[in-house]
Antibody, heavy 122, light 110 residues
Framework: EVLLLESGGGLVQPGGSLRLSCAASGFNFNTYAMTWVRHSPGKGLQWVSGISGSGTATYYADSVKGRFTMTRDNSRNTLYLQMTNLRADDTAVYYC???????????????WGQGTLVTVSS | QSALTQPPSVSGSPGQSLTISCTGTRSDVGGYNRVSWFHQAPGTAPKLLIYEVTDRPSGVPDRFSGSRSGNTASLTISGLQAEDGGDYYCSSYSTSMTIIFGGGTKVTVL
């Protein structure tokens, strides 16, 4: 069974930083691209970033480019999202999701974690 | 990276059919066979219903079907059931290796 478990969310002040983690199990982690998607009540779902199975290629939404960095440690079956210079509009539940192959490039997200809440507020 | 356009809400009675539209451009919905639909029940993670415009992952009932005409994709739910309520999102690959979602459609089963 595929399991994805996010952690690292919390309350942070504007301009602050936070690192999210996503622990994966139940599949060959290094052979699947992964994605972060966030959900805020007023905006619905928003794709944040994607990474190839090898970790050599990363992709970002314009709204987070230059502020967020997505990485993975295939030896630990763990995905990361380093978030810096956080803004109020980054407030959301952040989900990690599994793709269907090693390359990022389509919204085939067949397994999702339960999400971790990030609140940016002073 | 503008969001795809979906109706904010639709409703139907049990047993009826309803269709949700998702309008984009030639740079996303109309340009690639990489359109998906997700269902998100309150308080839960999204679930993949349709991928590559028309295909269903294993385990998704055939009451759910996808189609596309030009720059507009559609999700049809046939034989509406109470558990079909919730939010539905379309999503598409877009140029420059990005993914975009629609604004979401709230489905109410009357």
């Amino acid at each position: 069974e595929v399991l994805l478990l996010e952690s690292g969310g919390g309350l942070v002040q504007p301009g602050g930083s936070l690192r999210l983690s996503c622990a994966a199990s139940g599949f060959n982690f290094n052979t699947y691209a992964m994605t972060w998607v966030r959900h805020s009540p007023g905006k619905g779902l928003q794709w944040v970033s994607g990474i190839s199975g090898s970790g050599t290629a990363t992709y970002y939404a314009d709204s987070v480019k230059g502020r967020f960095t997505m990485t993975r440690d295939n030896s630990r079956n763990t995905l990361y999202l380093q978030m810096t210079n956080l803004r109020a509009d980054d407030t959301a539940v952040y989900y990690c999701a599994k793709d269907r192959g090693p390359y990022f490039g389509e919204p085939y997200f067949d397994s999702w974690g339960q999400g971790t809440l990030v609140t940016v507020s002073s | 990276q503008s969001a795809l356009t979906q109706p904010p809400s639709v409703s139907g009675s049990p047993g009826q059919s309803l269709t949700i539209s998702c309008t984009g451009t030639r740079s996303d919905v109309g340009g690639y066979n990489r359109v998906s639909w997700f269902h998100q029940a309150p308080g839960t993670a999204p679930k993949l219903l349709i991928y590559e415009v028309t295909d269903r992952p294993s385990g998704v009932p055939d009451r759910f079907s996808g189609s596309r005409s030009g720059n507009t994709a559609s999700l049809t739910i046939s034989g509406l059931q109470a558990e079909d309520g919730g939010d539905y999102y379309c999503s598409s690959y877009s140029t420059s290796m990005t993914i975009i979602f629609g604004g979401g459609t709230k489905v109410t089963v009357l």
